[in-house]
Every structure is written in C-alpha cells, then in structure tokens.
C-alpha cells in the first residue's frame, strides 16, 4: 500500500510496474484461493459419502452431541472446543492483537 501513497511523482513506467507487480501477486492469491477451495470440496464431499454410509447402514447421521452443538449456537453461545488429547500441553489463549 505504501507503493500507492506516492503516485504523483511517479513515472509512467514505474507506475506500469507497479500495476504489473500487483498483477503477478494477485494471480497468485487467486491460484492459492482455487487450491484451497478446491481441498474444501473435496473434504465436504467425502463428509457426505461419510454420512450417506451412516444413513444407508441405518445409523444416525446427527447426534444429541451434534444437536447440543446447534442449540449452543442458536443461543449465541461459543463453541465447546474438542477435548484435549492426554498428555497434551494445556494452551493459554492468545491475546486479541492491538490495533
């Protein structure tokens, strides 16, 4: 950002430098959101074969845990976080960054 602080004294060919270099890191970003959206539905979709098999094997796809869960969000309530694994270090949240 502080590239484009400064544009008045900037030549016409740094600024099409500027504009190229953003280009290059935009594509970049964009290649990195594909990837990742691309590994967010592959994960949904093994979710669902998941589920379809409990559901054709005739067990439940939902919980008393996983509507427990759904009743502490409607409620605003945050999230239980898992159970830590035994023997694990016990982590201290972080602070909120200042700003």
Known sequence: MDD????????????RKLIAELEVEEREI??????LQGKID??????????????????AVIDA???AGLS?????ERPT?????????EQTPKAPPEG
Not at 72 to 76: E, K, N, P, S, Y
């Open 81 to 89: 976080p898992p159970p830590r694994p035994a023997g694990a270090p």
């Open 30 to 35: 964009s290649r990195k959101r594909r990837i």
């Open 72 to 76: 502490r969000i409607l409620a605003g």
């Open 65 to 67: 845990e996983d509507v």
């Open 42 to 59: 592959i994960l949904r979709a093994e979710l669902v074969m998941r589920l379809q098999r409990k559901h054709n094997r005739g067990e």
């Open 4 to 15: 484009i602080v400064d544009l008045v004294s900037r030549s016409d060919d740094e600024l």
